[in-house]
């Protein structure tokens, strides 16, 4: 769904990614210009900011870049959009699972035909669900553990 602000006329695509128990909310936004003024904030083509933070400091590391330009470069899209996102939940590489996630389905409002099978078919689409199993009553403590027995 491309959405525009009243005042600047700048549209956006808007996802919501999720892993475990993290969320990440992305805007891509469209800039026209080089730069241009997001939220109060000057940012330019290609920028990625995360809940207010660059995403090299965010997400430090060459791995983990790697990671979250994967449905940039597979889509052919790398520095095209201006890009916020807000996470929270869970922990860094599961912030990150929810990251690519909501980065990959926001692409795919960009051109529904032309990026979705791409992306589906490198697995960015679909939602990590593996989660904690909750811990069960009666049970020692943990989801699975079982209670000793007497030996005698």
Known sequence: M???TKPEQIS???AVGRRKTSTARIRMHVVKDEKTTIAGKEMEKGEIIVNDRPIENYFPGEVLKK?????????NT???FAITIHTNGGG????LGAVIHGISRALEKV???????????RGFMTRDPRAKERRKAGFAGNARARKQS???
Not at 67 to 75: A, D, G, H, I, V
Not at 92 to 95: A, F, G, I, P, W
Not at 111 to 121: G, Q
């Open 92 to 95: 860094l590489y599961s912030q």
């Open 78 to 80: 790398v520095g095209r």
């Open 12 to 14: 956006y695509y808007e």
């Open 2 to 4: 491309e959405k525009t």
């Open 150 to 152: 007497p030996k005698r």
């Open 111 to 121: 051109d529904k035909e032309k990026f979705r099978p791409i992306l589906k078919k």
């Open 67 to 75: 990671m979250y330009m994967e449905p940039f470069r597979t889509t």
